[in-house]
T-cell receptor, first 116, second 114 residues
Framework: AQSVAQPEDQVNVAEGNPLTVKCTYS??????LFWYVQYPNRGLQFLLK??????LVKGSYGFEAEFNKSQTSFHLKKPSALVSDSALYFC??????????????FGKGTRLSVIA | DVKVTQSSRYLVKRTGEKVFLECVQD?????MFWYRQDPGLGLRLIYF???????EKGDIPEGYSVSREKKERFSLILESASTNQTSMYLC?????????????FGDGTRLSIL
């Protein structure tokens, strides 16, 4: 089945330390991968995407993500975490349907807590 | 910036009622989506629409229907609300159906069915 998995429900990191939020994917065809962030009582905000090209993708708010085809992973990273980065993070992948449409399918989310 | 507006932030309805959730986008996007978000389950796709009057079932369409009479508006309908439909509902849109297009989300409607 086409899907993404976020193996950690919760990630805790000290402010100023690097952070990683993990994501693995399973998809037929080329993977189109996305990261979103959700702050309390808000919708999801787009952070970055991987379509093709460089394996390291840079996005909003200093976040980046590393695409690894052999490990089917797309981990979100930031060199130095801020308390304001505390939020719920979702990985998503475009899935291919017989109709030709490609809606996004999301992981279950990882809650990031950055501690001062 | 893309603006996706959901008509209600909070909604309380009773079991058996017919419930309408409305979503409007202002950027002439072709595709629109409805998800529900539940703790520990992430976002699950209910229905999406790739053109006016065109729709496709998502992963959990049972108990729901949708309507897209105009390009900017996508409605989710709970035909006969049940308590297990208490959830956060998120609407999203994307410019086209091309797989490189991100989806833009509204702020959600927290629906409680009593």
């Amino acid at each position: 089945a086409q899907s993404v998995a976020q193996p950690e429900d919760q990630v805790n990191v000290a402010e100023g330390n690097p952070l990683t939020v993990k994501c693995t994917y399973s998809v037929s065809g080329n993977p189109y991968l996305f990261w979103y962030v959700q702050y309390p009582n808000r919708g999801l905000q787009f952070l970055l995407k991987y379509i093709t090209g460089d394996n390291l993708v840079k996005g909003s708010y200093g976040f980046e993500a590393e695409f690894n085809k052999s490990q089917t992973s797309f981990h979100l990273k930031k060199p130095s975490a801020l308390v304001s980065d505390s939020a719920l993070y979702f990985c998503a992948v475009r899935v291919y349907r017989n109709s030709g449409n490609t809606p996004l399918v999301f992981g279950k989310g990882t809650r990031l807590s950055v501690i001062a | 910036d893309v603006k996706v507006t959901q008509s209600s932030r909070y909604l309380v309805k009773r079991t058996g009622e017919k419930v309408f959730l409305e979503c409007v986008q202002d950027m002439d996007h072709e595709n629109m989506f409805w998800y529900r978000q539940d703790p520990g389950l992430g976002l699950r796709l209910i229905y999406f629409s790739y053109d006016v009057k065109m729709k496709e079932k998502g992963d959990i369409p049972e108990g729901y229907s949708v309507s897209r009479e105009k390009k900017e508006r996508f409605s989710l309908i709970l035909e006969s609300a049940s308590t297990n439909q208490t959830s956060m509902y998120l609407c999203a849109s994307s410019l086209t159906g091309q797989p490189n297009q991100p989806q833009h989300f509204g702020d959600g409607t927290r629906l409680s069915i009593l």
